[in-house]
């Protein structure tokens, strides 16, 4: 069995990130890819972070397991200042693949996390010369910035097809924060009846770590409890210490988990 690259880009994947593996009589057992993220907002403390994806049966699966962790190193190497994580997902329920994961040295500690948010009482107070505002999402156009806005603040799952499903639900909202203004952060936050989820929330970097998340969200979840709105609930990466501490600040509690993500630090 051998490990050979596609000759052309695989869904956007450069031919050298995508594996298959391959046995003696030519025949594809299994394949694999590997993605280079820079997420500093999320993880200041590892701001590059390695995904891959394996897919074959056992022996292919090693075999895959070694090329992959071999290519991230490369990956790593061309950015030996910034800490990096190699890691993958899996099911909370897939006790294989997570037995797998912990022989070869990876830990399973990051979790991506469902959890409810305390409605804290009032508007909350926004700072000194900000202002909120709602923001239009009437055209393609509105519509396009935003996702490119949230793309640019490391948000990168909303896609026009999903903007457009959240928008026909019974509560929804994008709410903006200004600093003199200039938007430096938006909330997303749809649902129907009486819950409602947090979708997305971030701030400009040059505003973080002062406060302007957490009022923003409390304006927010102001805004929905005001239309009959009284369990909030969201998703976080258990790793991500900003992620963290605002949840900490609504009195966030843990419902479950929906995906396991085994990794481990290259540096």
Not at 68 to 79: E, P
Not at 132 to 149: F, H, K, S, Y
Not at 189 to 197: I, K, P, V
Not at 248 to 256: E, I, P, R
Request: hydrophobic share 40%.
């Amino acid at each position: 069995m051998t490990i050979v690259h596609p000759q052309q880009p695989v869904n956007g994947i450069s031919p050298e990130d995508v594996f298959y593996a391959v046995d003696d009589l030519g025949t594809q057992t299994g394949y694999g890819y590997i993605l280079y993220q820079f997420r500093p907002g999320l993880y200041p403390d590892c701001p590059v972070n390695i995904y891959f994806a394996i897919d074959g049966d056992e022996s292919a699966r090693y075999l895959l397991f070694g090329a992959l962790v071999a290519r991230a190193r490369v990956l790593q190497a061309a950015d030996p200042q910034y800490r990096a994580r190699l890691y993958t997902s899996i099911s909370p329920t897939d006790n294989v693949m997570k037995e797998f994961y912990l022989h070869n040295g990876f830990d399973c500690d990051e979790t991506d996390d469902v959890l409810q948010l305390s409605i804290p009482y009032g508007d909350g107070r926004i700072p000194m010369s900000c202002t909120v505002a709602q923001t239009p999402l009437n055209t393609w156009d509105e519509q396009n910035c935003l996702i490119q806005r949230l793309q640019m603040n490391e948000i990168t799952f909303i896609d026009q097809n999903y903007l457009n499903t959240l928008q026909r639900m019974p509560h929804f909202m994008t709410l903006g924060l200004y600093r003199n203004g200039l938007l430096i952060g938006e909330v997303i936050m749809a649902g129907a009846g009486a819950e409602c989820e947090l979708v997305a929330i971030y701030t400009e970097p040059q505003s973080r770590m002062q406060g302007m998340a957490r009022a923003l969200l409390h304006r927010m979840m102001a805004i929905m409890a005001s239309e009959g709105v009284t369990r909030i609930t969201t998703r976080i990466m258990s790793r991500s210490v900003p992620q963290q501490r605002l949840m900490n600040d609504f009195g966030a509690t843990v419902l479950g988990v929906n995906t396991v993500f085994p990794g481990m630090y290259l540096n």
